[in-house]
T-cell receptor, first 112, second 113 residues
Framework: NAGVTQTPKFQVLKTGQSMTLQCAQDMNHEYMSWYRQDPGMGLRLIHYSVGAGITDQGEVPNGYNVSRSTTEDFPLRLLSAAPSQTSVYFC???????????FGPGTRLTVT | KQEVTQIPAALSVPEGENLVLNCSFTDSAIYNLQWFRQDPGKGLTSLLLIQSSQREQTSGRLNASLDKSSGRSTLYIAASQPGDSATYLCAVRPLAEGGKLIFGQGTELSVKP
């Protein structure tokens, strides 16, 4: 199993550009989520999904969209990038609430 | 609102010492608590998961305890090694909401040879 994979690893965007961060898992996990990690702020939940077709907002959802059309994929879309979205983004998945969450390697995004 | 706090923010110990990292949370309505390790510039590696009905979990030199009623968890590392140097994060999974973790800010551990 590849586990949780994220692409790209690094990305530089200009303010106003849009892009999609990809996340995929091959463990048939129901739960998937996106976090951002910022110095001094820790990890904060952006959006999460409890199954295909079901998504919900986390703590910091503004400026981001998600969809979950398949069990395996959970892309995160930045609609119009802003410097405040410069961060490291992690995708995570778990089989159900009682099980371990597995994290991807992260995407380091810089918005200039 | 659930809040998770980790103290201390940073810790430096000589190799071979036993040490304890602390995690506290404000709402005892949790499904489980998970401890992670994060190396600089890397992702999170899960260390231990404690269900709300459990008191402790062990893996090798690591032992995590949970006292849900007092809102506390500890991560005990025995016979620390320089390779243990990393940031350690605890996270709780609230009962009411599926699929999300609430993280502490982490403890940055440095083990000196």
């Amino acid at each position: 199993n590849a586990g949780v994979t994220q692409t790209p690893k690094f990305q530089v965007l200009k303010t106003g550009q849009s892009m999609t961060l990809q996340c995929a898992q091959d463990m048939n996990h129901e739960y998937m989520s996106w976090y951002r990690q910022d110095p001094g702020m820790g990890l904060r939940l952006i959006h999460y999904s409890v199954g295909a077709g079901i998504t919900d907002q986390g703590e910091v959802p503004n400026g981001y969209n998600v969809s979950r059309s398949t069990t395996e994929d959970f892309p995160l879309r930045l609609l119009s990038a802003a410097p405040s979205q410069t961060s490291v983004y992690f995708c995570a998945s778990s089989g159900n609430r009682g099980l371990l969450q597995y994290f991807g390697p992260g995407t380091r995004l810089t918005v200039t | 609102k659930q809040e998770v706090t980790q103290i201390p923010a940073a810790l430096s110990v000589p190799e071979g010492e036993n040490l304890v990292l602390n995690c506290s949370f404000t709402d005892s309505a949790i499904y489980n608590l998970q401890w992670f390790r994060q190396d600089p510039g890397k992702g999170l590696t899960s260390l231990l998961l404690i269900q709300s009905s459990q008191r402790e979990q062990t893996s090798g030199r690591l032992n995590a305890s949970l006292d849900k009623s007092s809102g506390r968890s500890t991560l005990y590392i025995a016979a620390s090694q320089p390779g243990d140097s990393a940031t350690y994060l605890c996270a709780v999974r609230p009962l009411a909401e599926g699929g999300k973790l609430i993280f502490g800010q982490g403890t940055e551990l440095s083990v000196k040879p």
